[in-house]
């Protein structure tokens, strides 16, 4: 990915007006991120459901709605955040293993699109209420298809010994136990295989497991025409999404039997984010060249938890590599507090902006006020226009709660 001259000049005119440590964002490749998915899918029936769990600032909701996506939402928050961002109820899903019975109640009293249901006990629960309520529920089932996506082990969600899901098997019990209730309403089979998958061969071998699932239904005259692929097509970090043109080319095979929904997240919003921290400090430590920056973990925990390697540049230093490996750590307390290691930039000067690039998905939204930091400031970038689109905390939040 390259940042042209002209969005550098904006980061750096927001960071100098908001501070670092920050999080900056691009309309342009947002929005250029959703025709891509347009695109690729305009020949096939399919609607895009965004998974707010990516990233959920409201402002940038709002242009994701305006493009016509529908959400994915996992906890009741991230519902009525939808809701109040223009989100069409009826292109709202609701996904998650522990969704409580206050959850399930929200979710049929809002009357979104269908609910994702992950047990036989969640779906009994579900049941109760559909009949307590008397009112018709849109439900899913997620199925485990135990196919592996080969990604890492910590957003691997399709394979046995996983959290999520039930087999084929258990599904077909559930939807024909479900049919005993009149209330309700099966609308889709759900399966999801993790994130960061590059190839549409797992989405083919899945899709063709849960095609035999739903024939198998139509024999009980249970009649199924909705498949839901999930999310995780996937985007390196610091490139832009290739476009899903394979498995878009492979559903518009079925589109006569099955119309679609996807749940982009991270290649939508993962490219258009940027997340700048300021250096602080240098010094050596044995052999190894540290710097130390304003930002840390608690800001932007990707590379301590996943080993996610950002590409950094320095917005107003030197960019020239001269083999000088230097590892790039944060103010928190705890030895995993990194951003990067073994960059191979010149060492910062202090006061230097570093800019991580892809760090628009799970970067605010997986943020702490660990250590009682403030989270930092949220800021869109339109052409030349710059916008605060959230404001980074006050230190009186913490005492105030």
């Known amino acids: 990915m390259i940042i042209s001259p002209q969005f550098k000049k904006n980061i750096l005119k927001a960071v100098l007006k908001y501070g670092t440590p920050s999080y900056i964002y691009s309309k342009d490749i947002l929005e250029d991120n959703i025709y891509k998915y347009k695109k690729s899918f305009r020949d096939v029936n399919v609607l895009f459901c965004y998974a707010l769990k990516a990233n959920s600032n409201r402002v940038l909701l709002k242009i994701i709605s305006k493009n016509g996506f529908g959400a994915d939402v996992v906890s009741i928050g991230e519902m009525l955040s939808a809701l109040s961002s223009g989100f069409d109820k009826k292109k709202i899903i609701f996904s998650g293993v522990g969704k409580t019975y206050e959850e399930l109640s929200v979710a049929a009293d809002k009357e979104i699109l269908f609910i994702n249901v992950e047990s036989f006990e969640e779906l009994k629960v579900l049941s109760k209420i559909s009949v307590l309520k008397n009112k018709n529920i849109g439900f899913s089932i997620r199925i485990n298809p135990n196919v592996d996506p080969h990604t890492h082990k910590y957003i691997s969600t399709g394979k046995y010994g996983s959290k999520f899901g039930v087999s084929a098997k258990e599904a077909f019990e559930m939807y024909k136990w479900a049919k005993k209730n009149k209330f309700l309403v099966p609308i889709a089979v759900h399966f999801h295989l993790g994130s960061q998958i590059f190839k549409y061969e797992a989405y083919l071998q899945a899709f063709l497991k849960v095609e035999q699932l739903i024939k198998k239904l139509k024999c009980l005259g249970i009649n199924i025409r909705i498949i839901d692929l999930g999310g995780g097509w996937g985007v390196k970090e610091g490139e832009v999404m290739t476009p899903p043109d394979k498995l878009a080319a492979f559903l518009s095979t079925k589109k006569e039997n099955y119309s679609f929904i996807m749940e982009p997240g991270r290649s939508i919003v993962s490219s258009c984010g940027f997340f700048v921290v300021k250096t602080l400090y240098r010094k050596k430590s044995?052999?190894?060249?540290?710097?130390?920056?304003?930002?840390?973990?608690?800001?932007?925990?990707?590379?301590?938890?996943?080993?996610?390697?950002?590409?950094?540049?320095?917005?107003?230093?030197?960019?020239?590599?001269?083999?000088?490996?230097?590892?790039?750590?944060?103010?928190?307390?705890?030895?995993?507090?990194?951003?990067?290691k073994n960059v191979n930039m010149k060492v910062p000067d202090r006061g230097n902006l570093l800019c991580f690039l892809s760090a628009g998905a799970y970067g605010y939204s997986?943020?702490?006020?660990?250590?009682?930091?403030?989270?930092?400031?949220?800021?869109?970038?339109?052409?030349?226009d710059i916008k605060l689109i959230r404001k980074r905390q006050n230190y009186e939040d913490f005492l105030e709660n």
């Not at 950002?310 to 928190?332: E, K, Q, R, T, W």
């Not at 997986?366 to 030349?384: F, H, Q, T």
């Open 286 to 340: 044995g052999v190894r060249q540290i710097v130390i920056t304003d930002g840390g973990m608690n800001d932007f925990v990707r590379p301590s938890l996943y080993g996610a390697r950002h590409p950094v540049i320095n917005l107003n230093g030197s960019n020239s590599i001269v083999n000088n490996f230097i590892d790039i750590y944060g103010p928190v307390c705890e030895s995993g507090d990194f951003l990067a």
């Open 366 to 384: 997986m943020s702490s006020n660990y250590n009682l930091r403030r989270k930092p400031a949220e800021i869109l970038v339109s052409g030349k």
